[in-house]
């Protein structure tokens, strides 16, 4: 499957520094997008000038949230259909530092993956177990139950296996973990959608990758991209997070 990379720049970037860093990803990119997705999700306030910045390039751009609801009395959010305004084809939701910072749950995470679907964005759902749970042993049911609950009832989403422990520690997964849950997690939505639809679906992995490591993920067919938080920041360091997802041979065409 075609690899997705997506940058999540979190709460992070000013006007005129995130257009130097997206002008050079446009041309660091020019060469080598066509093998894979790139997709940018930057804070909302950027997301229409450096829209424009990547108009001309495969580079997509994403929100990092949305709302359940269309419009409303709802202050300081930012609805779905707002962000396809804006330019966007993707949102990010059920981050972990969403359902832990604003008490987001399963259920409402379905719903604004729903929302998302509804105005024509794709969501990208995150979910992922916490270190405590990973002691215990339960990461493989802290991920059933999230797909179970947050997971829209139709097709058309991309899901992100982000293990907490594992986010802006420095402290990956190993890539043997990564399969295992990854594999785990394609069977129960194989079950729940039909198994040529599961096979269609991307699941991403993302948690401390850097270019030192992303090619131990990228290269494994189970994987099908990565989600980039801190490493993102860095033009150099997430073109080569990107191009540790071709073939060698790839890399020198
Ligand atoms: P990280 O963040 O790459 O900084 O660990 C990943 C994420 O939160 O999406």
């Known amino acids: ?64 949230d949305c709302h359940n609801e269309k419009t409303g009395a709802h202050t300081g959010d930012i609805s779905a259909e707002m962000l396809k305004d804006a330019g966007c084809d993707y949102v990010i939701v059920g981050h972990s530092e969403r359902r832990v910072e604003h008490n987001e749950n399963n259920a409402l995470i379905r719903s604004k993956a729903i929302a998302a679907q509804d105005a024509g964005l794709v969501p990208i759902i995150c979910i992922g177990e916490n270190a405590e749970e990973k002691e215990d042993g339960r990461t493989l049911d802290v991920v059933g139950e999230q797909i179970k609950h947050s997971l829209p009832p139709g097709q058309g989403f991309v899901v992100a296996y982000e293990p907490i422990w594992a986010i802006g520690t420095g402290c990956a997964a190993t890539p043997k973990e990564v399969v295992e849950t990854l594999n785990y997690i394609r069977t129960v939505l194989a079950k729940r959608y039909g198994e040529a639809e599961a096979d269609a679906i991307r699941i991403l992995y993302g948690g401390s990758i850097n270019p030192k490591n992303a090619g131990k993920f990228l290269t494994m067919d189970s994987i099908d991209g990565a989600l980039i938080g801190g490493s993102s920041l860095d033009a150099e360091d997430f073109w080569a997070i990107g191009i540790s997802c071709l073939t060698d041979k790839e890399k020198k065409d």
């Open 1 to 64: 499957m075609r690899k997705l990379i997506v940058g999540n720049w979190k709460m992070n970037g000013l006007q005129v520094d995130s257009s130097i860093l997206i002008q050079k990803l446009v041309d660091l990119w020019a060469s080598k997008s066509s093998e894979y997705d790139l997709l940018i999700c930057p804070p909302a306030h950027l997301l229409i000038t450096l829209g424009q910045m990547i108009q001309s390039s495969n580079i997509a751009l994403g929100g990092q």
